[in-house]
């Protein structure tokens, strides 16, 4: 009977400890009995399981539940368009949901839900300068393409590119800046989720950003998922952007991977010892004589120790392109950087300096290239606002 006793103690004492939320919600011109979603990203699935639901009344509904810890969930009500966001934690939280625009929902209640609610208007001022911009020019646009004036629809494609390359930066800025100056709240982390999504992140950034979060963040499920992502990431990946380095040419002077880049770039980690390398080296000459008038650069990374072999083995083997080396055999930090532990090894860039292919030979690189450089050469037929291309007619 004690152990009994013991056990419900236990239960009890447990269910007191759990933290519980409560979500107050308010939607006006919503008719009663209309369906209210509260959803989550099941993060081992990757798709959204519903949590809850509830109905308005008199133009409120309720959520209540456990939260061990802040997790971000999603607020769907039928007839209106879009989801809403709540961080659900502990505590009272409140939402007015505002039917025409969930982007201004006014999410209290909580740090992590204020919080929200303040990065959420920073960030829906800037992405209305786009909505701004497309609205003042909407006439202008259905006119041009009454006309078919493929000068005034090019340009104020041009112009609309442009203003979003802007807000993308001024958005990351923001998020950057957010992170910084926000190292307790559950957002920085979700943000910082989100950045590791990019092609073109700068990983090492987004692991400093990581390392100086609160500790209570990086215990979270999403916490966690980062932290075994950038793991993950220390060996460089197809679809990321290729770390920058920098190493003394045959002159000795620094060489940088970012001044190297071209429509196409190969890095060849090499080095006069190595007989396979030496023995692919006549492909790689070939590859640049035929297209690096078109695109190709190419950057040539030794691990050799010696610098006169390594200099000798350039000259003897015809390596024209950019040559850089630490002479630092196995231990040279852009091979451990890359995660090298075998050469010849070769890494293929994007105009961009994404990786897009690696360890590729002989004629597998070659048609690599030769695919890379020939999209590169495709015309990017412009997308007017609110239509499709205009048809090209002979």
Known sequence: MKKIFSLLSLSVLLLSCSKGYVIHGTVDGV????RVILERQQQSLGFLVTVDSAKVQDGHFTFEGKAAEPALYQIAIDSVRGKSLVIVEEGDISIKVNKENVALNKVSGTYNNDELTAFGSKTAAIQQKVMDFQKANNIVMKEARAKRDTATINRLFRENRALKNDINKELLALQEDYTDKHPKSFISVILIQSAMSYPDADIAKVRTRFDNLDSSLKKTIVGK????????????NI?????????????GKNVALSESLGAVTIIDFWASWCPPCRKE????VA???EFHDKGLNIIGVSLDKDAAKWKEAIAKDGLVWTQISN?????????????VESIPATFVLNQYGVVVAKDL????LRQKVAKLLDKKKQPMMPFPMGGKALENKK
């Open 31 to 34: 008719p009663n009995g209309t």
């Open 225 to 236: 998922n980062v932290a075994k992502k950038l793991e993950e990431l220390k060996s460089i």
């Open 239 to 251: 679809g990321r952007k290729a770390p920058d380095f920098s190493a003394p040419d045959t002159t």
């Open 281 to 284: 080296n006549p492909n790689m």
């Open 287 to 289: 590859l640049y004589k």
């Open 327 to 339: 002479l630092k055999y196995w231990d040279d930090p852009i091979a451990q950087k890359y995660g």
């Open 361 to 364: 030979s002989g004629e597998a």
